[in-house]
């Protein structure tokens, strides 16, 4: 079973999206499935056959995060050091390519949320930048070409 890094505040925010989804969105879709069958015949109840295809993604996504919790292993980012670049820093970097500043913050695996500036570390940019130090320069293949980022400050 293969492990992957998560700040505590991933692991928590991962928990308790678990426990909604299991608390509120599962019931509320038995109740749509309850309510479609009483319409009759189900072999023709297109509304029922999609309350049950929710039912399977949302058990899907039940089981994919039980999994990702299990596997989890919550690391002390407070503790890590700013020498580096590593999961949870706050990476404050030039576009080179574009002569503009950036700020990324590297999160856990799924725990993305770019309005925020937060990017997976197993994402193309969180891998080049992964062990990266102030000053250096990382160049980054992407399919749009290439990216070219200076650092210019870590913090936690």
């Known amino acids: 079973m293969r492990t992957y890094a998560v ?23 038995l109740k749509e499935i309850e309510r479609a069958r009483a319409h009759g015949d189900i ?6 056959e999609a309350a049950k295809h929710a039912q399977g993604l949302l058990e899907a996504r039940i089981r994919d995060m039980e999994s990702k919790l299990a596997r989890a292993r919550v ?19 030039k576009d080179i390519n574009r002569n503009k500043e950036v700020t990324y913050t590297l999160a856990s695996e799924g725990a993305t949320d770019m309005k925020s500036g937060k990017i997976s570390v197993s994402s193309p940019v969180g891998k080049a930048l992964l ?3 102030v000053g250096q320069t990382v160049e980054i293949d992407v399919p749009a070409g290439k990216l070219r980022y200076q650092v210019l400050e870590i913090s936690r």
């Open 131 to 133: 062990g990266a130090a």
């Open 7 to 29: 700040t505590a505040a991933d692991y928590e925010k991962l928990k308790n999206d678990l426990q909604h989804l299991k608390t509120v969105e599962r019931p509320k879709l």
């Open 43 to 48: 072999s023709e109840n297109a509304e029922y």
């Open 75 to 93: 690391v002390d980012d407070e503790a890590m050091g700013t020498d580096t670049v590593l999961l949870g820093a706050r990476v404050r970097l």
